[in-house]
Antibody
Framework: EVQLLESGGGLVQPGGSPRLSCAAS????????MSWVRQAPGKGLEWVSG????????NYADSVKGRFTISRDNSKNTLYLQMNSLRVEDTAIYYC??????????????WGQGTLVTVSS | DIQMTQSPSSLSASVGDRVTITCRAS??????LAWFQQKPGKAPKSLIY???SLQSGVPSKFSGSGSGTDFTLTISSLQPEDFATYYC?????????FGGGTKVEIK
């Protein structure tokens, strides 16, 4: 059974730099691209960032480019999102999501339960 | 960026009703279209991918159709567990984009 378990969220001050983690199990983690998707309270879904199965390729939404860094450790079956220079508008539930394939042009077949990041002073 | 427009944004329906939700892309996305269901306080769940392929384990009352710019999600006979918010998403090009959601409520 595929499981994705996010952690690292919480209350952060503007300008803070938390790191989110997503522990994966139930599939061959190194074979699949992974992504982060966020959802502000009461709002819709927004894609944040994606990473190839090897970690050699990454991409970002313009809203986070230059502030967030996605990475993965295939030996630990873990996906990360380093978030820097946080803004109030980054407040959201952050979901990690598994791509259906190793490639970029694929949908998400499984999602984690999410971790809430609240940016407030 | 490709804009995804869902309609309606909300609807009220009764158990047993047939429900159709539409999603329009601002430019052609071939069939690179997915549908997700989200219940309050829960993560999104995959329903449909490649516009019309059913995710494993999803009941056949859900179906998807369309290609190019216009797509639909149909629930053939609405059940109590289907009351939720539904999102479409394109994966034809980056940035990946989602529709604004359709909230399906009980009439």
């Amino acid at each position: 059974e595929v499981q994705l378990l996010e952690s690292g969220g919480g209350l952060v001050q503007p300008g803070g730099s938390p790191r989110l983690s997503c522990a994966a199990s139930g599939f061959t983690f190194s074979s699949y691209a992974m992504s982060w998707v966020r959802q502000a309270p009461g709002k819709g879904l927004e894609w944040v960032s994606g990473i190839s199965n090897s970690g050699g390729g990454t991409n970002y939404a313009d809203s986070v480019k230059g502030r967030f860094t996605i990475s993965r450790d295939n030996s630990k079956n873990t996906l990360y999102l380093q978030m820097n220079s946080l803004r109030v508008e980054d407040t959201a539930i952050y979901y990690c999501a598994k791509y259906r394939s190793s490639g970029w042009y694929s949908d998400f077949d499984f999602w984690g339960q999410g971790t809430l990041v609240t940016v407030s002073s | 960026d490709i804009q995804m427009t869902q309609s309606p944004s909300s609807l009220s329906a009764s158990v047993g009703d047939r429900v159709t939700i539409t999603c329009r892309a601002s430019q052609g996305i071939n069939n690179y279209l997915a549908w997700f269901q989200q219940k309050p306080g829960k993560a999104p769940k995959s329903l449909i991918y490649a516009a019309s392929s059913l995710q494993s384990g999803v009941p056949s009352k859900f179906s998807g159709s369309g290609s190019g710019t216009d797509f639909t999600l149909t629930i053939s006979s609405l059940q109590p567990e289907d009351f939720a918010t539904y999102y479409c998403q394109q994966y034809n090009s980056y940035p990946l984009t989602f529709g604004g959601g359709t909230k399906v409520e009980i009439k």
